[in-house]
């Protein structure tokens, strides 16, 4: 029974020096001020229980968005100190957490000073809805500045924007430096890439480079992959002509004219010659003059036999008719 109690009473004197001992070594964080006007900076410092360890710090706004981190070293008298320009008005939480320490917060107000009457404020801006300034138009011209989105957090662990149009319209109108830059929490790797190489070796390339420049290759693309050489395709036609294949072409293209023209033309003589010999004139002869003709003929000395002949081949008269003519003639 007593061994039980005095476990118990261990236990319960281990906790209280835990929690003592981390109430002792909690980080220490102090503001110089606890109240600024806008555009000035804030200095932060502190204690850590140990020298040369890191110290985290963050700021964050009453709705609890985070508008700085900064990381710094604890010298060796175990002291750091840190700087924060708060980029609007309004309430902040400071937070300062040594390496396997408890951390600790403290509070500040941005709010502009009340200044003498008839006299701006100190160091005052208007802003407007996008986080505009009056940029020194004066004459009461408000600026109203158009940004870019912001930009990836850098290896400084800031982010910017561009101002691109001042819808006020202000003479001379230059947007506050709050507004173009702002610090970040974790360096954002912003990779671009240029166009594939020519396969070589079954593998093409690339080059990669991080604007942000985080020092970091969580997400790098790759930059090398293989590849697939095309195999060189036949040309589709013989780069000289083929006489061969033309004659070819030329024979089964126009056989049928190199046939049928000629052919078309024989026929067409030979039915001209039908016509010819089918409707050819028959020379009429005179009795009387072929009588006359054999005369002569027999008194030249030509036989009978002969002149019947010729007169036959000559008139076609039949051999009765010629045996008529020159019935008489000796």
Known sequence: MSRTLSNKFGLVSLFIFCTL???????????????????????ISGTCSSPAVPVGLRALLDDGETVWFDQVTTDSSKSY??????????????????????????????????????????????DDSNGGSNGGGGGGCISQWEYSGWSKCNAALQQTRTAIHDKGKCINAKPQEK???????????????????????????????????????????????????????????????????????????????IIGVPLGIVVLLLLVLLLHALFKKKVVYDEQEVKQWARKERTAGTSAEDVKEIIHQYTHWKKEKVEQVLLGLK
């Open 21 to 43: 001992i981390l109430a002792v070594t909690a980080t220490t964080v102090q503001t110089d001020k606890t109240t600024y006007e806008p555009g000035e900076t804030v200095t």
């Open 179 to 257: 507004n173009l830059v702002r610090s970040c929490e974790v360096c954002e790797e912003d990779w671009t890439c240029s166009g594939w190489s020519v396969c070589v070796s079954g593998v093409q390339s690339r080059d990669c480079v991080d604007e942000s420049q985080c020092g970091t290759t969580s997400i790098m693309p790759e930059t090398t992959e293989s590849c697939v050489i095309p195999t060189p395709q036949p040309p589709k036609k013989p780069l000289l002509p083929d006489l061969g294949e033309k004659i070819g072409s030329f024979w089964e293209d126009y056989k049928l004219w």
């Open 81 to 126: 100190s840190g700087f924060f320009l708060p980029p609007q008005k309004g309430k902040y939480t400071i937070t300062a957490a040594c390496q396997g320490e408890t951390g600790s917060s403290t509070e500040i107000t941005v709010a502009d000073t009340v200044a003498p009457q008839g006299q701006p404020p100190a160091g005052s801006s208007s």
